[in-house]
């Protein structure tokens, strides 16, 4: 985040302006973003023509490859950095004990410092890479959405309804920047378990490590059952916001009706029973995650309880270093559970709603060039020259045609998806051709073939 570290020195001594502001990222420009998604939802329904086989999450990742291998690698080094801090703190208890020399003292507290750097580096880097991918795909999904409706039928669009499309538009797609930051750590919370139980395995003995993981192997469990549960509420909850937003937008429209036949408490009653179906469903998942949340401050407690009961049962003497590295590797697994997993299971099941709604839509059928059809032209370039779909627009062609006799009047030149670029002070015109007009000139050419 040091790119803005200019810009707020420069702030400080003077009032900022639009030309201070830096520009956009080449890799966050939203031309260039929806053009890879779009391209790599083409690639994914070229796979097969079984509508049911098509999934997002394919196009996401072929379209982001290198962010998702870039995160995982970091996150992957920042639960070692985790892990790796308890060992290091073990050793240099062991030298406050007096039981290392002075030179392995200075080089575990040296290695505890380096650790501790290095996990912040992959930290911000981690969440700095996962947070922009949650972004990009919020707009790239909301353009794609945009542009889904302008290819849609009429008969497609009055069955999506208004409030669904809005459903999307404005909540759905903030799912990814809930679960994106998350997503690595499904598959790095079970190796790091393992990693920490042989640690806790080798400072207290294996009896006492499997009192201690079976409380957190419950807890995921748990989680994983609580994580179903979300994910259907939120199927719940995304069905009765559609109908609470076009039940409001039909009786917006139709205000002056319910003015008139003095309707206006009868539809209240229905929007304030819709709004409660709503916020009964919502108030059932943050039950959820309230148990979520709290296990995460008791787990390292109960671990601890069944850990050490285990040891004194057993009659084994207690160490303070060992004890020491112990509970610091339990708060380590704390937060790779309870945090970490529990975020990514919560968010992860309502970004796969959000996926199975967007990719229903995406998967209707069109009229004309959309989505579904061919490849999306490369987003404009500075510099670039306007061209379609299928290639320049030949204005030349058009003028010799205009201008053969044959038909001259008639000519219509019909451009489609192509992209204009103007100067900031330059002032363009669009003329479209009314119903009036249309009207007159067909009765003027009729005019023209009865004479």
Known sequence: F???????????????NLPDVPTLAAHDVTADVVWKLEEAWLIERSRTDNPSAWTLWRAILRAYPSEFLASAFFAFWEDATNILLPVFLR?????????????D???FAAAL?????????????????????????????????????LALPSAAIRQNSSGKLFNIISTDVLRFDNFLPSCQFIWTTPVSMAVIAYLIAMQVGWRAMLAGMAVNILVVVLQTIFGAQLGELRRQTVGFTDQRVRTTS???SAMLTVKAYCWEWPFSLL???ARLREAGVILKSQRF?????????????????????????????FVLADNLAVIALLQVLRGIIGLKLARCMETGMECFVTLQRLCALFCQPEMGVGLGHGHPPHPPRKGAAVNGANGTVDTAAAQDAAGS???????????????????????????QQTQGATAKKKKHDKDNSNG
């Open 271 to 273: 929007l304030h029973h």
């Open 405 to 431: 006799g044959d038909g001259a009047s008639d000519l219509v030149v019909s451009m489609q998806d192509v992209c204009f670029m103007w100067p900031r002070d330059a002032v363009a015109a669009v003329e």
């Open 91 to 103: 050793f240099f208890v062991q030298y406050l004990n007096g039981s290392r020399d002075l030179l």
């Open 289 to 317: 995650k309230a148990i979520n949340l709290a296990m995460y401050f008791s787990v390292p407690a109960l671990a601890s309880l069944a850990i050490f009961g285990v040891r004194y049962a057993e009659d084994k003497p």
């Open 113 to 149: 410092a380096l650790t501790s750097m290095l996990q912040t580096v992959t930290h911000h880097l981690l969440y700095f890479l996962t947070m922009r991918m949650g972004w990009n795909l919020r707009m790239g999904f909301t353009a794609l959405v945009h542009k889904k409706i």
């Open 250 to 252: 039909e009786v917006l």
């Open 2 to 16: 040091g790119y803005v570290r200019p810009t707020l020195n420069l702030g400080a001594k003077q009032a900022l």
């Open 105 to 107: 003292g200075i080089l």
